[in-house]
C-alpha cells in the first residue's frame, strides 16, 4: 500500500510538472516582440508632398503637345538646406514622374528679373515648413508658390503607410 501511495504522489507531480510546463511554452509562444508603429519620416513626408502636387497638377506640355515631366522646386520655409540624405531619396523614390530640384533659398528658384517672378522652368515651388517626424500622421504647412499672383498656404496631413506615406487630407489655410 505504501507504494501505492507513493504511486500516486508520483504521478501527481508528474501532472503538475508537465502542466507546468505546457503553460510555460503556451506563454513562451505568446511573447512575440511588439510590433514597430508606422511613422512619417522627412524623406517619407517630403516625397507624399511631391506625390500630392504631381497628381493635382495640371500636365505639362512641350512644344509638339508631349507630356513632360513637372518641375518641382522644393525649399524649406525657414531658408535651410534639406538634409542631402533626404534629397537623394525623395528624388530617387519620385523617379521620373517628375524633376525634382532643392533649392536652400526660394530666390533661386524664382525668375526675378521677370515682373510675376514666375518658378523657374514653367515649375511650381513647394515651400515646406518644419513638422514633428517620427509620428503615425504629421500636419505640414507648405506654400504652393507659382507667381507672385499664384501662390497658396496648404495644412497637409501626411499619414504612415507602412514604409511610405501618403497626403491623407490638404486643406487650403486661412491666414
Known amino acids: 500500500m505504501g507504494s501505492d501511495r507513493n504511486s500516486v504522489r508520483n504521478r501527481g507531480a508528474l501532472g503538475v510538472a508537465v502542466v507546468a510546463v505546457a503553460v510555460l511554452a503556451l506563454v513562451g509562444c505568446t511573447s512575440d516582440p511588439p510590433t514597430e508603429r508606422a511613422t512619417v519620416t522627412p524623406t517619407n513626408a517630403y516625397t507624399a508632398i511631391v506625390?500630392?502636387?504631381?497628381?493635382?497638377?495640371?500636365?505639362?506640355?512641350?512644344?509638339?503637345?508631349?507630356?513632360?515631366?513637372?518641375?518641382?522646386?522644393?525649399?524649406?520655409?525657414?531658408?535651410?538646406?534639406?538634409?542631402?540624405?533626404?534629397?537623394?531619396?525623395?528624388?530617387?523614390?519620385?523617379?521620373?514622374?517628375?524633376?525634382?530640384?532643392?533649392?536652400?533659398?526660394?530666390?533661386?528658384?524664382?525668375?526675378?528679373?521677370?515682373?510675376?517672378?514666375?518658378?523657374k522652368d514653367n515649375g511650381v515651388m513647394i515651400l515646406i515648413d518644419e513638422f514633428e517626424p517620427d509620428q503615425a500622421k504629421v500636419e505640414a504647412r507648405i506654400v504652393r508658390y507659382q507667381s507672385i499672383d499664384d501662390d497658396n498656404a496648404w495644412i497637409l496631413h501626411v499619414t504612415a503607410t507602412g514604409d511610405s506615406a501618403a497626403v491623407s487630407s490638404a486643406t487650403l489655410a486661412t491666414e
Do not use: C, H, K, M
Open 51 to 119: 506625390r500630392w502636387e504631381i497628381a493635382r497638377s495640371e500636365p505639362v506640355l512641350d512644344a509638339d503637345g508631349n507630356v513632360e515631366a513637372p518641375v518641382i522646386y522644393i525649399a524649406a520655409a525657414s531658408g535651410g538646406t534639406v538634409d542631402v540624405r533626404v534629397q537623394a531619396d525623395v528624388v530617387s523614390n519620385i523617379d521620373d514622374a517628375a524633376v525634382i530640384r532643392f533649392a536652400d533659398d526660394a530666390r533661386d528658384a524664382r525668375e526675378e528679373e521677370l515682373d510675376n517672378e514666375p518658378v
